[in-house]
T-cell receptor
């Protein structure tokens, strides 16, 4: 069964610093991979997705992620954190078949200090 | 284009009662998935409906049931509520049959079971 591991339940950075949120997946076949963001009392918003095109994926709000098959990783980065980036971030995986479920990690809370 | 909507926003029930949550999918989408997000956890897949038929189910007991209507809106029903059913219930819609499973989430229904 597929699974997702997000290393670090809480990450704190200063405004302007690099953001790095880690995600590793377990799957025998490269799956589809997603990063979602959740602001307090809201649903999930898709930041970016990997669907086997370019391994470096650019998303909204300046975020990007790189798919590394050899490391089974899909880490999320942003060069310069902004206060508005403070939120909960979820990595998710689904297999390469339309209509299958998203399997989510436990999430990483990003705090940004001024 | 209208996004995914859910009702009600909040709900309080007592143990043993039954509850119905509703979801309207995004225009043009024919697939609805339901997720349960317990406090401090990632969303967990409950089930998915594609063109009014159940198209996959997660590890949830039969007292969690659903429906999808001809207009592709959906209901989640939970019978014999337990305290552990307290969670945020998220609905996501997508266009089934595509080569990847991009899901668009609603704001969720917060269910509290006392």
């Amino acid at each position: 069964a597929q699974s997702v591991t997000q290393l670090g339940s809480h990450v704190s950075v200063s405004e302007g610093a690099l953001v790095l949120l880690r995600c590793n997946y377990s799957s025998s076949v490269p799956p589809y991979l997603f990063w979602y963001v959740q602001y307090p009392n809201q649903g999930l918003q898709l930041l970016l997705k990997y669907t086997s095109a370019a391994t470096l994926v650019k998303g909204i709000n300046g975020f990007e992620a790189e798919f590394k098959k050899s490391e089974t990783s899909f880490h999320l980065t942003k060069p310069s954190a902004h206060m508005s980036d403070a939120a909960e971030y979820f990595c998710a995986v689904s297999d390469r078949q339309a209509g299958t479920a998203l399997i989510f990690g436990k999430g990483t809370t990003l705090s940004v200090s001024s | 284009e209208t996004g995914v909507t859910q009702s009600p926003t909040h709900l309080i029930k007592t143990r043993g009662q039954q509850v119905t949550l509703r979801c309207s999918s995004q225009s043009g989408h024919n697939t609805v998935s339901w997720y349960q997000q317990a406090l401090g956890q990632g969303p967990q897949f409950i089930f998915q409906y594609y063109r009014e038929e159940e198209n996959g189910r997660g590890n949830f007991p039969p007292r969690f049931s659903g429906l999808q209507f001809p207009n592709y809106s959906s209901e989640l029903n939970v019978n014999a509520l337990e305290l552990d059913d307290s969670a945020l219930y998220l609905c996501a819609s997508s266009l089934g049959g595509r080569d990847y499973n991009e899901q668009f989430f609603g704001p969720g229904t917060r269910l509290t079971v006392l």
